[in-house]
């Protein structure tokens, strides 16, 4: 799906806690209604951040694998 990307955060080769931390600064250096894309590579991330999406209000827009990649599409809200 093709979309306008305000944001992108490169979480690859890091383990959590490490890019569910990096998305909350990035969230927080955001405007309301921007779209950031975040890419992982560590599996729990398709745990964890829809969970802090939906514990920040934030919108999940679109999450999916490519390859060995974790790819997430979160409006700030």
């Known amino acids: 799906m093709k979309r306008e990307i305000d944001k992108f955060l490169d979480a690859s080769g890091l383990l959590c806690p490490e890019p569910v931390m990096l998305l909350h600064k990035t969230m927080r250096d955001a405007a309301v209604g921007d779209v950031i894309e975040v890419i992982a590579t560590d599996p729990s991330t398709t745990r964890d951040i ?3 999406c939906h514990f920040l209000g934030h919108e999940l827009l ?3 694998q490519r390859d060995k990649h974790y790819v997430f599409y979160i409006c700030k809200r």
């Open 50 to 52: 829809p969970k802090f």
């Open 62 to 64: 679109e999450q999916e």
